[in-house]
């Protein structure tokens, strides 16, 4: 028996068929009508690279995480409420021996009082202050027995500014402080360290900035 070989066919052109005749793939597993694309996807053609986020280098994130203040905040509260008592019971003692009485004793030690209980729940006040970065304000909190409990949305926010007084740069601690158009609305975070203060400053101004032009 002689194999007649089959006629050749071009690549993307089908052999002719007679009129009636059925279909060459009749029977055959239907080919694929979805095919994964293999150009870019429409609605990024054309369009920026990508989203504008804030442009700050050590910009923090947004994810609702609480954050706490350093321990050096402590350190640093405890030496300015001792030195206002050494400067207290020397004025005290100045006054009573410039008068022969003893009554400049009585304010001496109601004040020194006041002084030694904020020492004592000292600690856990630093520890009850926090603050939160959400997508569209940040939120801070104190307080042990009275807490309050402030979000600021970025939007609002007027101006950024960080202190350090003498005590807070021998420590490596600055405050933050956020400036609203209320008054009542106005935060400070004290105790953050230097960095974390300066990154927060350069975030907050980055998405406020965002947050007033619509973006």
């Known amino acids: 028996m002689t194999n007649t070989p089959e006629p050749s066919r071009t690549p993307g052109t089908e052999p002719a068929r007679a009129p009636g005749a059925p279909s060459a793939g009749f029977g055959a597993p239907p080919t694929p ?10 609605l990024d053609d ?25 321990p050096k905040f402590v350190v640093a509260e405890v030496l300015m409420r001792v030195f206002w008592l050494i400067v207290l019971f020397v004025i005290g003692y100045v006054a009573s ?11 001496t030690g109601a004040i020194a009082a006041v002084l030694l209980f904020e020492l004592a729940i000292l600690p856990r006040q630093a520890r009850a202050i926090g603050y939160m970065l959400r997508a569209d304000d940040i939120v801070f909190r104190r307080g042990i027995l009275w ?10 926010m007027q101006l950024v500014d960080i202190t350090r007084g003498p005590v807070d740069r021998a420590f490596g601690i600055a405050k933050l402080k956020l400036v609203t158009a209320a008054a009542t609305t ?14 927060l400053r350069d975030t907050l101004i980055d998405v406020a900035e965002m947050r007033r032009t619509g973006l």
Do not use: F
């Open 33 to 42: 009508q979805h095919a994964a694309p293999t150009a870019a996807p429409v």
């Open 97 to 107: 021996t410039l008068t022969p009485q003893e009554w400049p004793w009585i304010p």
């Open 46 to 70: 054309g369009t920026y690279p990508g989203l504008r986020a804030p442009s700050s280098a050590g910009a923090l994130a947004l994810d609702g995480t609480w954050h706490r203040i350093s």
């Open 147 to 156: 807490q309050r409990m402030i979000a600021v949305p970025y939007g609002r």
């Open 186 to 199: 106005g935060v400070e975070i004290p105790g953050m360290t230097e960095e974390a203060a300066e990154a």
